[in-house]
Nanobody, 117 residues
Framework: QVQLVESGGGSVQAGGSLRLSCVASTNTFGILIMKWYRQAQGKQRELVATIGRSGTADYADSVKGRFTASRDNGKKSVSLEMDSLKAEDTGVYYC???????????WGQGTQVTVSS
């Protein structure tokens, strides 16, 4: 069983920055495709960024140029650097890991990000 623990959420004014982190408790972190999702109140969970096993990242159009996702396989962690935050970035952010071998999905508990305009 893989446990994912997020940290770094909080409240910030529009235009500000936050950095989220997610640490995994597994010895097979390297086989996990990591993703960041977010869910605004009353809305469906949406994919924000995908970080492949090699560290290559893809982003939702809504965050391209503002968010930067990265991973450190040695520290079994991923991060999400969020700049130029907007009110619409408000939501609960979740770390997700999917095994490239089994397809099993693992979720963190989520961390709240609130951006005030």
């Amino acid at each position: 069983q893989v446990q994912l623990v997020e940290s770094g959420g909080g409240s910030v004014q529009a235009g500000g920055s936050l950095r989220l982190s997610c640490v995994a408790s597994t010895n097979t972190f390297g086989i996990l495709i990591m993703k960041w999702y977010r869910q605004a109140q009353g809305k469906q969970r949406e994919l924000v960024a995908t970080i492949g096993r090699s560290g290559t990242a893809d982003y939702a159009d809504s965050v391209k140029g503002r968010f930067t996702a990265s991973r450190d396989n040695g520290k079994k962690s991923v991060s999400l650097e969020m700049d130029s935050l907007k009110a619409e970035d408000t939501g609960v952010y979740y770390c997700n890991g999917q095994s490239a071998w089994s397809g099993a999905n693992y979720w963190g508990q989520g961390t709240q990000v609130t951006v005030s305009s």
